[in-house]
Protein backbone atom coordinates (compact mmCIF):
# COMPACT_ATOMS: atom_id res chain seq x y z
CA UNK A 1 0.00 0.00 0.00
CA UNK A 2 1.12 3.29 -1.12
CA UNK A 3 1.72 5.58 2.29
CA UNK A 4 2.17 9.67 2.56
CA UNK A 5 4.73 10.36 4.53
CA UNK A 6 4.00 13.28 6.83
CA UNK A 7 4.81 15.46 9.27
CA UNK A 8 3.68 17.61 12.03
CA UNK A 9 4.58 21.10 13.01
CA UNK A 10 3.57 21.77 16.84
CA UNK A 11 2.35 19.18 19.61
CA UNK A 12 -0.30 20.89 21.39
CA UNK A 13 -3.39 19.24 22.17
CA UNK A 14 -4.63 19.57 18.84
CA UNK A 15 -0.92 19.16 16.98
CA UNK A 16 -0.35 15.54 18.89
CA UNK A 17 -4.33 14.62 18.50
CA UNK A 18 -3.51 14.76 14.32
CA UNK A 19 -0.31 13.73 14.89
CA UNK A 20 -1.37 10.42 16.93
CA UNK A 21 -4.29 10.10 14.08
CA UNK A 22 -1.46 9.94 11.19
CA UNK A 23 1.14 7.62 13.14
CA UNK A 24 -1.83 4.55 14.24
CA UNK A 25 -5.22 5.85 12.79
CA UNK A 26 -5.25 6.33 9.19
CA UNK A 27 -3.25 3.11 7.41
CA UNK A 28 -2.71 4.89 4.53
CA UNK A 29 -0.41 7.68 6.32
CA UNK A 30 3.32 7.21 7.79
CA UNK A 31 4.25 10.14 10.41
CA UNK A 32 7.77 10.46 9.73
CA UNK A 33 8.50 13.66 11.83
CA UNK A 34 7.47 16.02 14.84
CA UNK A 35 8.53 19.23 15.07
CA UNK A 36 8.10 21.66 18.55
CA UNK A 37 10.18 24.31 20.07
CA UNK A 38 9.59 22.14 23.31
CA UNK A 39 11.82 19.43 23.84
CA UNK A 40 9.25 18.09 26.47
CA UNK A 41 6.66 17.63 24.04
CA UNK A 42 9.04 15.99 21.52
CA UNK A 43 10.23 13.71 24.03
CA UNK A 44 7.10 12.40 25.50
CA UNK A 45 5.78 12.31 21.68
CA UNK A 46 8.72 9.98 20.73
CA UNK A 47 8.65 7.85 23.99
CA UNK A 48 5.23 6.56 22.29
CA UNK A 49 6.03 6.51 18.44
CA UNK A 50 10.27 5.80 18.46
CA UNK A 51 10.41 6.00 15.04
CA UNK A 52 9.21 9.23 14.92
CA UNK A 53 11.94 12.17 14.24
CA UNK A 54 11.90 14.82 16.29
CA UNK A 55 12.98 18.11 15.25
CA UNK A 56 12.86 21.86 17.68
CA UNK A 57 12.77 23.78 14.53
CA UNK A 58 10.12 22.75 11.75
CA UNK A 59 12.14 24.55 8.90
CA UNK A 60 14.73 22.03 8.98
CA UNK A 61 11.50 19.19 8.58
CA UNK A 62 10.10 21.03 6.07
CA UNK A 63 13.81 20.71 4.03
CA UNK A 64 13.19 16.46 4.51
CA UNK A 65 12.35 15.78 1.02
CA UNK A 66 11.35 12.08 2.41
CA UNK A 67 7.97 14.49 3.97
CA UNK A 68 5.15 14.80 1.03
CA UNK A 69 2.94 16.14 3.25
CA UNK A 70 2.55 18.34 6.48
CA UNK A 71 0.22 19.31 8.89
CA UNK A 72 0.26 22.60 10.84
CA UNK A 73 -0.74 22.71 14.26
CA UNK A 74 1.50 25.61 15.59
CA UNK A 75 -0.03 28.53 17.38
CA UNK A 76 -2.44 30.58 16.00
CA UNK A 77 0.21 33.25 15.79
CA UNK A 78 2.75 31.13 13.36
CA UNK A 79 -0.06 29.76 11.29
CA UNK A 80 0.98 32.46 8.37
CA UNK A 81 4.53 31.54 9.12
CA UNK A 82 4.53 28.16 8.65
CA UNK A 83 1.85 28.30 6.24
CA UNK A 84 3.84 30.37 3.55
CA UNK A 85 7.39 27.94 3.82
CA UNK A 86 5.39 24.83 3.58
CA UNK A 87 4.23 26.44 0.29
CA UNK A 88 7.51 27.28 -0.48
CA UNK A 89 9.02 23.69 0.05
CA UNK A 90 6.62 22.30 -2.09
CA UNK A 91 4.72 20.04 0.49
CA UNK A 92 0.70 19.09 0.30
CA UNK A 93 -0.38 21.20 3.52
CA UNK A 94 -3.06 20.41 6.58
CA UNK A 95 -3.46 23.61 8.12
CA UNK A 96 -5.55 24.86 11.32
CA UNK A 97 -7.58 27.53 11.10
CA UNK A 98 -7.74 30.61 10.99
CA UNK A 99 -4.68 31.03 8.64
CA UNK A 100 -3.51 33.99 10.03
CA UNK A 101 -4.56 36.77 12.57
CA UNK A 102 -4.38 39.76 9.55
CA UNK A 103 -6.70 39.71 6.43
CA UNK A 104 -4.39 41.46 4.39
CA UNK A 105 -0.99 37.93 5.12
CA UNK A 106 -4.40 36.00 4.59
CA UNK A 107 -4.96 37.36 1.19
CA UNK A 108 -0.83 37.45 0.49
CA UNK A 109 -0.79 33.70 1.57
CA UNK A 110 -3.95 33.00 -0.89
CA UNK A 111 -2.22 34.66 -3.68
CA UNK A 112 0.44 32.33 -3.30
CA UNK A 113 -1.39 29.17 -2.68
CA UNK A 114 -2.85 30.09 -5.89
CA UNK A 115 0.71 30.92 -7.60
CA UNK A 116 2.17 27.33 -6.51
CA UNK A 117 -0.99 25.60 -7.11
CA UNK A 118 -0.18 24.49 -3.77
CA UNK A 119 -2.93 21.85 -2.10
CA UNK A 120 -4.28 23.32 1.17
CA UNK A 121 -7.15 21.83 3.62
CA UNK A 122 -7.64 24.08 6.32
CA UNK A 123 -8.66 22.66 10.01
CA UNK A 124 -12.81 23.05 9.85
CA UNK A 125 -13.25 20.07 11.58
CA UNK A 126 -17.21 20.62 11.65
CA UNK A 127 -17.37 19.93 8.29
CA UNK A 128 -16.55 16.62 8.95
CA UNK A 129 -18.41 15.66 11.63
CA UNK A 130 -21.05 13.18 11.07
CA UNK A 131 -23.67 15.50 12.37
CA UNK A 132 -23.07 18.12 10.40
CA UNK A 133 -22.46 16.50 7.50
CA UNK A 134 -26.47 14.58 7.53
CA UNK A 135 -27.41 18.34 8.22
CA UNK A 136 -25.54 19.40 4.62
CA UNK A 137 -26.95 16.32 2.70
CA UNK A 138 -30.28 16.71 4.32
CA UNK A 139 -30.56 20.98 2.92
CA UNK A 140 -28.33 19.49 -0.48
CA UNK A 141 -31.44 16.39 -0.99
CA UNK A 142 -34.09 19.91 -1.07
CA UNK A 143 -36.87 18.12 0.75
CA UNK A 144 -36.74 20.91 3.56
CA UNK A 145 -36.30 23.36 1.06
CA UNK A 146 -33.96 26.29 1.53
CA UNK A 147 -32.15 27.70 4.67
CA UNK A 148 -34.09 30.29 6.33
CA UNK A 149 -32.48 31.06 9.23
CA UNK A 150 -29.22 29.43 11.31
CA UNK A 151 -28.94 29.50 14.99
CA UNK A 152 -25.35 28.54 16.35
CA UNK A 153 -24.34 28.07 19.86
CA UNK A 154 -20.72 27.78 20.89
CA UNK A 155 -19.88 27.95 24.12
CA UNK A 156 -16.91 26.58 26.18
CA UNK A 157 -16.49 25.01 29.74
CA UNK A 158 -14.24 27.81 30.84
CA UNK A 159 -11.49 29.92 30.29
CA UNK A 160 -8.71 29.20 28.00
CA UNK A 161 -5.52 29.33 29.14
CA UNK A 162 -3.77 33.05 29.11
CA UNK A 163 -0.53 32.42 27.72
CA UNK A 164 -2.79 30.57 24.36
CA UNK A 165 -5.57 33.26 25.12
CA UNK A 166 -2.88 36.04 23.68
CA UNK A 167 -1.94 34.63 20.60
CA UNK A 168 -5.49 32.46 19.82
CA UNK A 169 -6.29 36.25 17.82
CA UNK A 170 -9.52 36.31 20.02
CA UNK A 171 -12.58 35.02 21.26
CA UNK A 172 -13.79 35.49 17.47
CA UNK A 173 -11.12 34.34 15.66
CA UNK A 174 -10.59 31.59 17.95
CA UNK A 175 -14.23 30.00 18.62
CA UNK A 176 -16.72 31.69 16.48
CA UNK A 177 -14.80 31.37 12.93
CA UNK A 178 -15.81 28.02 12.97
CA UNK A 179 -19.27 28.88 13.08
CA UNK A 180 -18.90 31.68 10.97
CA UNK A 181 -17.48 28.90 8.08
CA UNK A 182 -20.46 26.48 8.67
CA UNK A 183 -22.94 29.67 8.31
CA UNK A 184 -21.18 30.20 4.75
CA UNK A 185 -21.09 26.19 4.20
CA UNK A 186 -24.71 26.14 4.53
CA UNK A 187 -26.24 29.04 3.37
CA UNK A 188 -23.78 28.61 -0.06
CA UNK A 189 -23.04 32.68 -0.65
CA UNK A 190 -20.91 35.27 1.60
CA UNK A 191 -21.91 37.93 4.37
CA UNK A 192 -22.49 41.43 3.43
CA UNK A 193 -23.26 43.20 7.05
CA UNK A 194 -22.45 42.04 10.50
CA UNK A 195 -23.64 43.47 13.76
CA UNK A 196 -21.97 42.24 17.34
CA UNK A 197 -22.35 42.89 20.82
CA UNK A 198 -19.68 41.34 23.24
CA UNK A 199 -18.31 41.80 26.75
CA UNK A 200 -16.33 40.17 29.84
CA UNK A 201 -18.96 38.64 32.11
CA UNK A 202 -16.90 36.50 33.87
CA UNK A 203 -13.18 36.43 33.49
CA UNK A 204 -10.96 39.34 33.64
CA UNK A 205 -8.03 38.53 33.07
CA UNK A 206 -9.28 37.75 29.10
CA UNK A 207 -10.29 41.59 29.55
CA UNK A 208 -6.54 42.40 30.97
CA UNK A 209 -5.05 40.67 27.14
CA UNK A 210 -7.71 42.65 25.38
CA UNK A 211 -10.22 39.69 24.53
CA UNK A 212 -13.72 39.32 25.46
CA UNK A 213 -15.61 36.10 26.96
CA UNK A 214 -19.06 37.02 25.23
CA UNK A 215 -20.40 38.02 22.14
CA UNK A 216 -24.15 37.75 20.42
CA UNK A 217 -23.60 38.02 16.51
CA UNK A 218 -26.27 38.94 13.85
CA UNK A 219 -24.66 38.65 10.43
CA UNK A 220 -27.03 39.36 7.12
CA UNK A 221 -25.58 37.23 4.07
CA UNK A 222 -26.00 38.09 0.61
CA UNK A 223 -29.70 35.92 -0.08
CA UNK A 224 -31.15 38.54 2.61
CA UNK A 225 -30.85 35.01 5.28
CA UNK A 226 -29.60 35.76 8.74
CA UNK A 227 -27.53 33.64 11.10
CA UNK A 228 -27.56 34.28 14.64
CA UNK A 229 -24.79 33.09 16.74
CA UNK A 230 -23.59 33.09 20.55
CA UNK A 231 -20.48 32.47 21.42
CA UNK A 232 -18.98 31.80 25.12
CA UNK A 233 -16.17 30.68 27.24
CA UNK A 234 -18.89 30.57 30.14
CA UNK A 235 -20.62 27.32 30.01
CA UNK A 236 -19.47 26.01 33.76
CA UNK A 237 -21.75 23.11 33.04
CA UNK A 238 -19.59 21.51 29.75
CA UNK A 239 -18.88 21.79 26.17
CA UNK A 240 -21.94 23.26 24.68
CA UNK A 241 -21.99 23.30 20.74
CA UNK A 242 -25.48 22.78 19.10
CA UNK A 243 -26.87 24.26 15.43
CA UNK A 244 -30.01 24.98 14.28
CA UNK A 245 -30.78 25.25 10.67
CA UNK A 246 -34.64 26.31 9.55
CA UNK A 247 -35.57 25.64 6.01
CA UNK A 248 -38.71 26.58 4.11
CA UNK A 249 -40.37 22.97 4.95
CA UNK A 250 -38.85 22.41 7.95
CA UNK A 251 -35.32 22.31 9.59
CA UNK A 252 -32.03 20.28 11.07
CA UNK A 253 -30.97 20.35 14.28
CA UNK A 254 -27.49 19.41 15.20
CA UNK A 255 -25.93 18.53 18.63
CA UNK A 256 -26.37 17.86 21.62
CA UNK A 257 -25.15 19.01 25.15
CA UNK A 258 -24.94 15.14 26.33
CA UNK A 259 -21.45 12.67 26.00
CA UNK A 260 -23.70 10.11 26.48
CA UNK A 261 -27.17 8.43 25.69
CA UNK A 262 -27.27 7.51 29.19
CA UNK A 263 -29.54 9.67 31.86
CA UNK A 264 -29.35 8.50 35.58
CA UNK A 265 -32.84 8.98 37.85
CA UNK A 266 -33.05 9.74 41.38
CA UNK A 267 -35.37 9.91 43.95
CA UNK A 268 -35.38 13.96 43.41
CA UNK A 269 -33.20 14.37 40.31
CA UNK A 270 -32.34 13.29 36.92
CA UNK A 271 -28.84 13.53 35.56
CA UNK A 272 -26.77 13.01 32.23
CA UNK A 273 -22.86 13.74 31.70
CA UNK A 274 -21.74 16.40 29.55
CA UNK A 275 -19.12 16.73 27.11
CA UNK A 276 -15.98 17.80 28.82
CA UNK A 277 -14.14 19.84 25.38
CA UNK A 278 -13.82 19.92 22.09
CA UNK A 279 -11.28 17.34 21.52
CA UNK A 280 -14.00 14.79 22.80
CA UNK A 281 -16.96 16.03 20.95
CA UNK A 282 -15.35 16.25 17.80
CA UNK A 283 -13.13 13.02 18.25
CA UNK A 284 -14.13 11.81 15.53
CA UNK A 285 -14.34 14.23 13.10
CA UNK A 286 -10.55 15.15 13.70
CA UNK A 287 -9.79 11.53 12.22
CA UNK A 288 -11.87 12.39 9.57
CA UNK A 289 -11.15 15.26 8.35
CA UNK A 290 -7.27 14.22 8.26
CA UNK A 291 -8.19 10.71 6.75
CA UNK A 292 -9.95 12.83 3.70
CA UNK A 293 -6.43 15.14 3.71
CA UNK A 294 -4.68 11.62 3.43
CA UNK A 295 -7.28 10.48 0.70
CA UNK A 296 -7.17 13.45 -0.93
CA UNK A 297 -2.97 13.77 -1.35
CA UNK A 298 -2.52 10.20 -2.52
CA UNK A 299 -5.65 10.69 -5.16
CA UNK A 300 -3.51 13.32 -6.65
CA UNK A 301 -6.55 16.25 -6.03
CA UNK A 302 -5.83 19.80 -7.09
CA UNK A 303 -7.99 21.32 -4.39
CA UNK A 304 -8.94 20.64 -0.92
CA UNK A 305 -12.62 20.18 -0.06
CA UNK A 306 -12.52 23.31 2.10
CA UNK A 307 -9.62 25.40 1.37
CA UNK A 308 -7.42 28.66 1.42
CA UNK A 309 -10.43 30.83 0.13
CA UNK A 310 -12.60 29.26 2.63
CA UNK A 311 -10.15 30.42 5.18
CA UNK A 312 -9.90 34.05 3.95
CA UNK A 313 -14.09 34.47 3.89
CA UNK A 314 -14.27 33.56 6.99
CA UNK A 315 -11.51 35.58 8.34
CA UNK A 316 -13.29 38.86 6.63
CA UNK A 317 -16.25 37.83 7.92
CA UNK A 318 -13.96 37.51 11.67
CA UNK A 319 -12.49 41.13 10.96
CA UNK A 320 -16.01 43.07 10.50
CA UNK A 321 -17.29 41.37 13.39
CA UNK A 322 -14.59 42.74 15.75
CA UNK A 323 -15.06 46.15 13.90
CA UNK A 324 -18.73 45.83 14.90
CA UNK A 325 -17.38 44.64 18.23
CA UNK A 326 -15.12 48.13 19.21
CA UNK A 327 -17.97 50.68 17.27
CA UNK A 328 -20.91 48.97 18.79
CA UNK A 329 -22.88 49.21 15.51
CA UNK A 330 -23.42 47.07 11.82
CA UNK A 331 -20.31 47.04 10.05
CA UNK A 332 -20.67 46.18 5.87
CA UNK A 333 -18.53 43.95 4.73
Known sequence: MKKVKCGVIGLGRLGTRHATNLAANIPEAELVAVSDVSTAALDKFVSVFPKVKAYTNYKEMLADEEIEAVCIASSTSMHAICLRDAILAGKKIFCEKPLSLDLAEAKALQDLQQEKQAFVQLGFMRRFDAGYMTAKKTIESGKLGAPISILAIGRDPGCPPIEFAKHSGGLVFDMAIHDIDLCRWFFGCEAK??????????????GEIGDIDHAS???????????????????????????????????????????????VLSPHAMSVNTLPGFLERFRDAYLNEMQIFVTDVLAGKKEARVGVADGVASMAIAKAINESLKKNQPVVL
Do not use: H, M, W
Not at 193 to 206: D, F, N
Not at 231 to 259: M, P
Open 193 to 206: EVYARGGVLLYPQL
Open 217 to 263: ISILFENDKIATLEVSRNASYGYDIRTEIVCEQGATFVGQLKQDPTV
